[in-house]
C-alpha cells in the first residue's frame, strides 16, 4: 500500500479539465511543501511536471498546476488533450525515515 | 543538461544480489544534489528505494534497508545500487534518478528491467 493515496482513475474528454488528488499526512504532503507530480507514458520513463506544490519546470504547458490544501494535494489539467493521458503520480518528502514517498498513480483517460 | 543511464545484468538468480550502475553524463555527480533508485514492479506504482549524496552519505527505504547498499564512484561520475537476497518481488524496473531539493526527482534515466527468476 502507498504512502499517499490517489484515485486510480480519472477520466474527461478533450478540452475538459480534471483533477487528481494526493493525500497524505502532516508528516508529508501537509507538513512540506516539497510535493511534485509526474507524468509516465507507457513505457517511458517518468516527467517531473510540478515541483514545490505548484510550480512548473520550464517546458511544461501551462495547462498543468497544482495546489495544496491541508494533506492533500492536487493535479489539475485544463485544455485536456490526447497527449495528456498517462499515469501521474504524486510525491512528496517525508519527515519519517522513508524520506521520500509516491503515490500509487492515477491513470488518466482523455475520452 | 544532466542525462542518466542505467546498466547491468537484466536477469538475477532467486538469494542472489542486483547490481545495477547509473552513469552521469552533462554535470558532475559530485554537484550539490542527491542522485537516488527508485524502482516500479510491472504494472505498479513506484517505490523509492535509496539516495546518495557525492560525500557517500545515504538514505534507505525501511522497507529495504537491510538489503541495500548505494555507493558513489566519482572517479566514473556513476552511483551504484546492489539489492542482495532477491526474489520475484524484486522484479522491476529500476530507475535512476538525480534529486532536486525542494523539486524532486529530475530528470530520470530511461530505466532497465531486472527479472528475478531462475
Known amino acids: 500500500q502507498s504512502a499517499l493515496t490517489q484515485p486510480a482513475s480519472v477520466s474527461g474528454s478533450p478540452g475538459q479539465s480534471i483533477t487528481i488528488s494526493c493525500t497524505g499526512t502532516s508528516s508529508d504532503v501537509g507538513g512540506y511543501n516539497y510535493v511534485s507530480w509526474y507524468q509516465q507514458h507507457p513505457g517511458k520513463a517518468p516527467k517531473l511536471m510540478i515541483y514545490e506544490v505548484s510550480n512548473r519546470p520550464s517546458g511544461v504547458p501551462d495547462r498543468f498546476s497544482g495546489s495544496k490544501s491541508g494533506n492533500t494535494a492536487s493535479l489539475t489539467i485544463s485544455g485536456l488533450q490526447a497527449e495528456d493521458e498517462a499515469d501521474y503520480y504524486c510525491s512528496s518528502y517525508t519527515s519519517s525515515s522513508t524520506h521520500w514517498v509516491f503515490g500509487g498513480g492515477t491513470k488518466l483517460t482523455v475520452l | 543538461q544532466v542525462q542518466l543511464q542505467e546498466s547491468g545484468p537484466g536477469l538475477v538468480k532467486p538469494s542472489g544480489t542486483l547490481s545495477l550502475t547509473c552513469a552521469v553524463s552533462?554535470?558532475?555527480?559530485?554537484?550539490?544534489?542527491?542522485w537516488s533508485w527508485v524502482r516500479q514492479p510491472p504494472g505498479k506504482g513506484l517505490e523509492w528505494i535509496g539516495e546518495i549524496y557525492h560525500s557517500g552519505s545515504t538514505n534507505y527505504n525501511p522497507s529495504l534497508k537491510s538489503r541495500v547498499t548505494i555507493s558513489v564512484d566519482k572517479s566514473k561520475n556513476q552511483f551504484s545500487l546492489k539489492l542482495s537476497s532477491v526474489t520475484a518481488a524484486d522484479t522491476a524496473v529500476y530507475y535512476c534518478a538525480r534529486v532536486l531539493v525542494a523539486v524532486g526527482f529530475d530528470p530520470w534515466g530511461q530505466g532497465t528491467l531486472v527479472t528475478v527468476s531462475s
Open positions: 552533462g554535470g558532475s555527480i559530485s554537484s550539490s544534489n542527491w
